[in-house]
C-alpha cells in the first residue's frame, strides 16, 4: 500500500513507484530471488495497468494516464523501469513500449542542423507544452535515453546527444553548486555511455572529476555529497548521494548497446 504522506507534495506516486520499480527489477535480474521476482513483476503488472484503452502508459504523478496529461519527466523513469524488467525476464506488456514510443514521438522536435551530425531532436515537456530554456537539456537527454532503450540506432542519436551536451555542458561542480544538475547528470551519463566514441570520453572525465573530488570526506557525511544544485532539495543528502552513486556505477549497470 502507497503511502501518500511521503510522496514528495503533488508528485504523488508517479516518481516513487517507478524509480523504486525499476530498482527492484534490476534486483530481480540480478538475484533471480523467487520473492524479488515476484515483487518486481507486482510492480511491472501495476506500471502497465490503467483504464483508459487499457492502460500500458505513459505516465504522470499518479501513474499510467492518457498521453495528453502524460510528462516526460516521470515517463521516462517508467521506461527504465520497462527496460529493465524486460531485460530480468519479467512478463512486460508489449503495448506498454509501443505506447512510450508514441509519447516521444509526440513529444520530439526536430531543430534542424547540429555540429555536422545531422538533425537533432528536442523532447517537450508534454504533448503541446515546450520545455522552458532552463530545462531543455534535461528533457532532450531523457527523451534520447528512451530512444536508445526502445530501439534506436546509435547513428539516428548522435546529433540529439551532442545537441543536449552542447546546451547542458558537462558535469562541473562550482563553489556554490549552482551549476550542479544530478538529474540531467543522471540521464546524460546513460545517454553519453551507450552513445560511447569522444562524447562519451568528454563526459565521463568531467564526470569523475565533479563527483570523485567533491565527495565528502570524515565525519558524520562521510561518503556523501552535499544537496547543491538543482532539485537537491526535494531529495536531500540520500537522494544527493544516490544518484551520484548510480552515475558512477554506470559501467556495470547496463552492457553497451551498441558494439
Known amino acids: 500500500v502507497f503511502?501518500?504522506?511521503?510522496?514528495?507534495?503533488?508528485?504523488?506516486?508517479?516518481?516513487?513507484?517507478?524509480?523504486?520499480?525499476?530498482?527492484?527489477?534490476?534486483?530481480?535480474?540480478?538475484?533471480?530471488v523467487p520473492t524479488t521476482l515476484e515483487a518486481a513483476q507486482k510492480a511491472i503488472t501495476w506500471s502497465c495497468k490503467g483504464s483508459y484503452e487499457g492502460?500500458?502508459?505513459?505516465?504522470?504523478?499518479?501513474?499510467?494516464?492518457?498521453?495528453?496529461?502524460?510528462?516526460?519527466?516521470?515517463?521516462?523513469?517508467?521506461?527504465?523501469?520497462?527496460?529493465?524488467?524486460?531485460?530480468?525476464?519479467?512478463?512486460?506488456?508489449?503495448?506498454?513500449?509501443?505506447?512510450?514510443?508514441?509519447?516521444?514521438?509526440?513529444?520530439?522536435?526536430?531543430?534542424?542542423?547540429?555540429?555536422?551530425?545531422?538533425?537533432?531532436?528536442?523532447?517537450?515537456?508534454?504533448?503541446?507544452?515546450?520545455?522552458?530554456?532552463?530545462?531543455?537539456?534535461?528533457?532532450c537527454a531523457i527523451g534520447t535515453l528512451g530512444r536508445q532503450f526502445l530501439g534506436w540506432k546509435k547513428e539516428e542519436l548522435e546529433a540529439s546527444v551532442q545537441h543536449f551536451v552542447n546546451m547542458g555542458g558537462v558535469p562541473q561542480w562550482d563553489a556554490d553548486g549552482g551549476r550542479v544538475d544530478l538529474y540531467y547528470w543522471y540521464y546524460a551519463t546513460l545517454c553519453t555511455f551507450q552513445q560511447g566514441g569522444e562524447i562519451w570520453k568528454k563526459w565521463n572525465d568531467a564526470m569523475k572529476q565533479a563527483l570523485v573530488t567533491n565527495q565528502r570526506k570524515g565525519g558524520d557525511e562521510d561518503g556523501s555529497w552535499d544537496p547543491v544544485g538543482q532539485f537537491s532539495g526535494e531529495w536531500g543528502r540520500v537522494g544527493q548521494t544516490a544518484l551520484a552513486c548510480l552515475c558512477l556505477e554506470v559501467y556495470y549497470r547496463y552492457l553497451p548497446m551498441y558494439r
Not at 503511502?3 to 533471480?32: F, K, L, S, V
Not at 494516464?65 to 530480468?88: F, H, N, R
Not at 503495448?95 to 526536430?110: M, P, Q, R, V, Y
Open 3 to 32: 503511502d501518500n504522506t511521503d510522496a514528495g507534495g503533488h508528485r504523488g506516486i508517479g516518481y516513487p513507484h517507478a524509480i523504486a520499480g525499476m530498482g527492484i527489477a534490476e534486483a530481480a535480474g540480478m538475484g533471480r
Open 55 to 139: 492502460g500500458d502508459g505513459p505516465w504522470r504523478y499518479g501513474g499510467v494516464t492518457p498521453p495528453d496529461k502524460a510528462d516526460l519527466s516521470v515517463s521516462g523513469w517508467y521506461i527504465m523501469q520497462l527496460k529493465s524488467a524486460k531485460v530480468a525476464g519479467l512478463e512486460v506488456p508489449k503495448g506498454s513500449f509501443e505506447k512510450a514510443i508514441k509519447f516521444l514521438d509526440a513529444t520530439e522536435h526536430k531543430v534542424g542542423k547540429d555540429e555536422g551530425y545531422g538533425a537533432a531532436s528536442e523532447y517537450w515537456y508534454q504533448i503541446g507544452k515546450e520545455t522552458g530554456v532552463a530545462g531543455k537539456h534535461r528533457m
